[in-house]
């Protein structure tokens, strides 16, 4: 029983190492998208974009929202290196879910977009509110 015990320690020991890896690389991937979102917030402000249109309203409101899943998934990965599984880490991958489709919905385009792909993106909405 003991060597079970030993490989248990050792998996949890790699699992939270590979965790610490995951987070460092999350944090330069968080970084580089609020790099890149406060690059175009400040050509958006300068006039660079022509216009507040719609579109330009996309675009910053995608890489926020790709900020913040970033950050989330990061959350996520760093309570799984600390040793912390439970409810709430699945909360935190059903909200990352939830932030997708969100994002996902914002960049829609109706007229380019079929009936299935909305019957799935409805489905996929529905599963995670369930």
Same mark, same amino acid.
């Given at each position: 029983?003991?060597?079970?015990?030993?490989?248990?320690?050792?998996?949890?020991?790699?699992?939270?190492?590979?965790?610490?890896?995951?987070?460092?690389?999350?944090?330069?991937?968080?970084?580089?998208?609020?790099?890149?979102?406060?690059?175009?917030?400040?050509?958006?402000?300068?006039?660079?974009?022509?216009?507040?249109?719609?579109?330009?309203?996309?675009?910053?409101?995608?890489?926020?929202?790709?900020?913040?899943?970033?950050?989330?998934?990061?959350?996520?990965?760093?309570?799984?290196?600390?040793?912390?599984?439970?409810?709430?880490?699945?909360?935190? =991958?059903? /909200?990352? &879910? %939830?932030? #997708?489709?969100?994002?996902? *919905?914002? $960049?829609?385009?109706?007229?380019?977009?079929?009936? =299935?792909? /909305?019957? &799935? %993106?409805? #489905?996929?909405?529905?599963? *995670?509110? $369930?």
């Amino acid at each position: 029983m003991v060597p079970l015990m030993r490989e248990h320690l050792n998996y949890g020991a790699f699992e939270r190492g590979i965790a610490w890896m995951v987070t460092a690389g999350m944090a330069v991937v968080i970084a580089l998208a609020m790099i890149h979102f406060a690059r175009g917030l400040y050509e958006a402000s300068m006039g660079a974009v022509p216009g507040w249109d719609y579109s330009a309203f996309q675009v910053l409101f995608d890489r926020v929202l790709t900020v913040v899943i970033a950050l989330e998934l990061a959350r996520s990965v760093q309570q799984m290196a600390m040793g912390e599984h439970g409810l709430a880490q699945v909360r935190t =991958v059903v /909200l990352i &879910g %939830i932030l #997708a489709v969100v994002r996902k *919905l914002i $960049l829609l385009e109706i007229d380019d977009t079929s009936g =299935v792909f /909305l019957v &799935g %993106i409805a #489905a996929a909405t529905l599963a *995670l509110g $369930l």
